[in-house]
């Protein structure tokens, strides 16, 4: 059957088709949707994993028991389950194993704009990469059977544009596949240096067989046209440069980027008058080429960095730009900002207004880096606050330790933030942690976490108690906030900063945007009362602005959080229920 479908969600049915057994993934954009779309089919363990390296290794363990695996995420996200990764290379797996990296050029929403095929060829394992829905959901199948055949994880990359925009899929039946028999063999699965050295031959080979098989393989194809030029290209720069020159040029379209053919583009240059590279970010494709010996043009015209476009290839090439006005050339500007009602906002003033340094994470909350509250100041990777603020605090001492505070989300805590807070109980740096518990996975879509008690399908799972755990790994002082409470929140934070002792702060609220959160009616304004002081526009709530010299409020944005309440000296900011 036919359908229109998002390439995240064909991709989901490429894996329930292949008779894919355990999903175990972390949610990341553009990544996440994959995964969710998963838990969909009654026929696939799914589950989100407190970060990418577990969910590699969930994977890995259930290839090894005889069951194709799965597991997903984005590109930052590769970094983290790396170990695995370059290990699972040298070991094999026993029933197919896919991952899925979503690379994010532009970033959308991301830390950086990393390159996910280096980690494929380091790591030395087969990466594809799909141009649309259809190839998404073939791949995916395909990937297992490549799996299973080369005795190797098999890499899917995505992208933001594939894996956010919908083509036309064809769907077939699951196949279900009986148990791969798993039996004992330390000299394949226990890596320690004896056996490892004799895998590392295995690899090699295993990659000279899939370059020959790359020069045949059916994600590899050429397209003739006119032979003035040749284009080499993948992902999304294969759909710009279609619409750009139709049949006016040639193309190599690559859909296996590594490892990438040899004798194909040799073929295929020496057909061509100009050869072409297109590919966004760095020119993994070009040097290849120019390896070869093979004369191209690449970053030399093309940038590398950012998203390509149709316009853009169209005017490093010579080709006429088609006129019109690009789409931000017609919007307002919106910068971004946390959502009204957003519990972190609370804590987030304080911090500002006592002129804490603030060492944040990623998330949401990364938000509180933005006028006007303007509070972190760092923010490197998932975990990295806490343990940057112990290392902050052991180069300044007491210089810094009464005035710098990590903070750091529920989730993200789960994830990398655990290891962190053990460094500052066993090295003891009288360090003050805030963890921004909003009961949920807020950035990604509402993803559940370990904290939550439930599971991806929204069924009771298992909880962790983030005071008993904090209080287990060494912390006597836990303290609960509530960030709405801007008093409480200013003594908690100014006792905390000012004892000679490690502390965790746990500011505790639901995200604003849950369902099943209740929220009060909207504040009003008393024109009469209200003096235009602006006090109230110090927390940056969108909900909130200026009108003829007076605040206003937005009734369709504010939830009644009562945070603008207690900035408001006048009393000018009432409850809609007064």
Known sequence: MKQLMLGNKAFARGLYEAGCCVVSSYPGTPSTEVTEEAAKFDDIYCEWAPNEKVAMETAFGASLAGRRSFCGMKHVGLNVAADPLYTCSYTGVNAGMVICVADDAGMHSSQNEQDSRHHAIAAKVPMLEPSDSAEALAFAKAAFE????????????????????????????????????????????VMMPGNAIRRHPVVEDRMKRLAEYADSCPFNRVEMGDTSMGIITDSTSYMYAREVFGDKASILKIGMV??????????????????????????????HCRQLGLDVVGKDVFPINGEFSQNLIAEKLGMPVPAGVKLEEQLPVRPPVMCAGCPHRGIFYTLSKNKVTVLGDIGCYTLGAVAPLSSIEMTLCMGGSISATHGFNKALGRESEGRTVAVIGDSTFMHSGMTG???????????????????ITGMTGHQQNPTTGYNIKGDPAGKIDLEALCRAMGFERVRIVDPYDLKECDTVIKEELAVDAPSVIISRRPCALLKYV??????????????????CMRIGCPAISMKNGKAAIDTTLCVGCGVCQQLCGTKALISGEE
């Open 421 to 439: 807070l053990a460094n500052i109980a066993y090295n003891q740096s009288n360090s003050t942690v805030i963890i921004l518990d909003n009961s």
């Open 518 to 535: 209740k929220h009060k009616k909207p504040l009003i304004v008393d024109n009469d009362r209200c003096v235009g002081c602006k006090s």
């Open 146 to 189: 490549l799996s299973e055949e080369y005795d190797t994880p098999v890499i899917i990359k995505m992208c933001t544009r594939v894996a956010h925009s919908q083509s036309v899929v064809e769907t077939a039946d699951r196949v279900e596949l009986p148990v791969k028999k798993y039996e004992k063999n330390i000299a394949k699965y």
């Open 258 to 287: 590594n490892p990438l053919p040899v004798g194909l583009i040799r073929d295929f240059a020496a057909k061509v008058d100009r050869l072409v590279v297109i590919e966004e970010l760095d020119p993994i494709i070009e040097n």
